[in-house]
C-alpha cells in the first residue's frame, strides 16, 4: 500500500469483521494498543499484546494487527509517510532512527501514568486539530518529541516483555522463519507442510487462524518485498526476476505491479541512489 | 543561490562592508529589521525601510537589504527552503501564501509591544535550539504560526506605509521598472540612459548607489529570473534561448549555469509539472 498524506493520526474503536491482511506501507506506524490483541504479526512473528503498548513498525516491514470478530478492538493509529518524514528531517539527521527501514519492530509496554498521559496528549491533538494548519503541524512535531523520548527511553530499557506467544502461534512463527530463508525457492504449502512433517490442511488452517491470510499471501507479500530491497540496492530488473525465480517478465511485472501499485522500473527509478557525480571543474 | 538547508534562522549583528548583490534565492525570506535601512531592493524598487518592520520576500524575488557601509545593520533573518516547504505543508494547502512566487513581496509594520514579542521569541528559538531535533521542529512551526498570524493580520491591514522613497530611489525604480518590461530585447547601459535622457555615467553611479550592483548585474538576475519562469511553464530551452535574445545555445547554457547554478534542461526537468497521465485501467 502507497501512502500519500504527510501524517495521520487516528483514534479508532471499531470491531474487525474483516481484518485487513499481513501487508507493508512506505510509512513508520505507531499504534498505541488499548485492547489485548491476541495476533499481532511483525516480520515473521506472532505473538498476543497485552493493552497499552506501543508497537513501532518501521516502513515496508509486513503486519497484522488482529482483534477477535466482534470484539471491540480500540487503538491509536499513527502512520508517517517515510518520504515524507525524511525530506522533513533532511538526510543523515539521526532523528527517529525507528523511521528508517533497517530498523526492526519493536513491542514497548507504558507504564499506567505513562499510557494515561499519552493517551491525554494524543486526544488534546485530535480535538484541536481536526485540520491541517501551521500550529498542527506545531503541535504534531511535539508529539512527536514526547513519543520519541517514550520510545527511546523504552528501547534502552528493553521492556519488551509483553508478548506472548502460545504453541500454535510458535509452531506458525517457525514456518515464517522457514519462508523467510528460502523466499528465492520454489515454495509451495505442500513443501512448506513436508518441510515439518504437517498435514498440509492442518498448516493452512493454523496459518489463517493466526494471520487470516493463507500462506501464499505472506510469501507473496515477503517476495515483493525482497524485490523491493533488491531494486533499491540497483539490482536489474531483470535480475530480480530471475533471482526469485519468476519464469518470465510479464509474470514479475504483474506481480510486483499488483503487490506496489508501480512497475519495476519505475520503483527502481525512484529508490536507487543516483550514482554520486565528480564535481563539475 | 541554491538553498539546500530545510531553514535556517539567524540573527545578526553586523556591518555589510562588501553587501551582496541584488538576487534571488529557492527560498521564502523573511527579514525582521531592527536597524533603518536606507536601500531595500524588493523586486524593481528600492526603497528605505525603518526599524522594527517585517519584509517578506517570496522565492525568486529579486531583493537586496543594503545598510551604510561600517555601520551597524541588525536583523533577524528567515529562510526556508521553498521545495522543503512544499513538501512539509502538501499540495494546495493554501497555508502561507507568500511562499508562492506569485506573491510580492511586502514589507510590514509591527507594532513597539509585537515586535518585543516577536524578538523575544525569535531569542527564544535560537537559544533553546543550536542542532536540529524533534522539539525543534515543533517550536519551529510554533514561530511559523505566530510569524504568519502577523503576516496575515499585516497584510489585511495593509500597513505596508513604512517604506520611504526618495527622489533618486524614484528615478532607479523607473529605470528597473523599463528594464523589467524589455527583458527580451536588448538592452545596455547606454540606450537605457537614452530613455530616461540622462548621462549613462550619472545613471551607473546611481544605480551602483542604491543598490551596490552595476545596471548589468540587475539586467542578468531578472532575465535568469525570467528564463527560469518560462522553462517551468514548460517552454524548451531553445525557444527561451531565442525568445531571450541570446544568439547561441552556448552562450545562454553558460550564462544561466552561471546564474543559478545548473543547465537549462535539468532547470526545465526539475520544475515542470508533467503531464498528468489517465489513470490507467
Known amino acids: ?127 484541536l486539530h481536526p485540520q491541517p494548519s501551521l500550529s498542527a503541524y506545531a503541535d504534531f512535531f511535539s508529539l512527536l518529541s514526547i513519543l520519541d523520548s517514550r520510545i527511546q527511553h523504552g528501547l534502552q530499557a528493553s521492556s519488551t516483555g509483553q508478548r506472548s506467544i502460545s504453541q500454535s502461534q510458535k509452531n506458525i512463527n517457525e514456518v515464517m522463519a522457514f519462508i523467510n530463508r528460502h523466499l528465492t525457492e520454489p515454495l509451495t504449502l505442500e513443501s512448506i507442510a513436508a518441510e515439518f512433517y504437517l498435514n498440509k490442511d492442518y498448516l493452512g488452517r493454523l496459518f489463517k487462524e493466526h494471520t487470516h491470510a493463507t500462506i501464499g499471501h505472506y510469501i507473496s507479500v515477503q517476495r515483493a518485498n525482497l524485490a523491493q530491497t533488491m531494486l533499491a540496492e540497483g539490482r536489474t530488473v531483470t535480475e530480480v526476476q530471475e533471482l526469485l525465480g519468476f519464469s518470465s517478465y510479464a509474470y514479475f511485472f504483474k506481480f510486483f505491479k499488483k503487490m506496489t501499485g508501480i512497475s519495476p522500473s519505475q520503483y527502481r527509478k525512484d529508490n536507487t541512489m543516483p550514482l554520486s557525480h565528480s564535481p563539475s571543474p
Open 1 to 127: 500500500d502507497r501512502i500519500d498524506a504527510p501524517y495521520e493520526l487516528a483514534y479508532r474503536n471499531n470491531g474487525t469483521s474483516s481484518p485487513a491482511r499481513p501487508h507493508t506501507h512506505n510509512a513508520l506506524e505507531i499504534y498505541l494498543t488499548m485492547s489485548d490483541l491476541p495476533d499481532v504479526l511483525l516480520d515473521d512473528t506472532v505473538s498476543s499484546v497485552s493493552k497499552g503498548s506501543l508497537i513501532i513498525i518501521p516502513p515496508h516491514h509486513v503486519h497484522q494487527l488482529f482483534n477477535q470478530k466482534l470484539t471491540i478492538y480500540e487503538r491509536y493509529v499513527l502512520n508517517i509517510n517515510s518520504d515524507w518524514l525524511y525530506t522533513v528531517l533532511g538526510a543523515g539527521s539521526g532523528l527517529m532512527p525507528y523511521a528508517d527501514p533497517a530498523f526492526s519492530p519493536a513491542i514497548l509496554r507504558l507504564s499506567p501514568t505513562g499510557l494515561t498521559g499519552l493517551c491525554s496528549q494524543l486526544d488534546h491533538y485530535l480535538q
